[in-house]
């Protein structure tokens, strides 16, 4: 069971910026896929980002270009930061750690952070 701690959320204004971060509690970090998720109020919840052990990102449109997800594998830690936030960005931010073998996969959540954009 690996335990994901997210920090870093808050209550910013249009055009700030915040960095969240989540740590793992497994000695194997780096083969995990991170991602970032969010999931606004009357809203299914959806991808944000996601980074492979060895760096590889992806992002959802709606983010390109605003935010950056990166990892630091020896503290095992993934960070999104935030740019340019918009109102649009207001949700919960979930932390996610999965890991597909052969004939099992592994999949773990955070608790949430609640980001909020308002002016």
């Known amino acids: 069971q690996v335990q994901l701690v997210e920090s870093g959320g808050g209550l910013v204004q249009p055009g700030e910026s915040l960095r969240l971060s989540c740590t793992a509690s497994?000695?194997?970090?780096?083969?995990?896929?991170m991602g970032w998720y969010r999931q606004a109020p009357g809203k299914q919840r959806e991808l944000v980002a996601t980074?492979?052990?060895?760096?590889?990102?992806n992002y959802a449109d709606s983010v390109k270009g605003r935010f950056t997800i990166s990892r630091d594998n020896a503290k095992s830690t993934v960070y999104l930061q935030m740019n340019s936030l918009k109102p649009e960005d207001t949700a919960v931010y979930s932390c996610?750690?999965?890991?597909?073998?052969?004939?099992?996969?592994?999949?773990?959540w955070g608790q949430g952070t609640q980001v909020t954009v308002s002016s």
């Open positions: 497994t000695s194997i970090f780096s083969l995990y896929i």
């Open positions: 996610n750690a999965r890991r597909v073998l052969t004939t099992s996969s592994f999949n773990y």
């Open positions: 980074i492979t052990g060895g760096g590889a990102s």
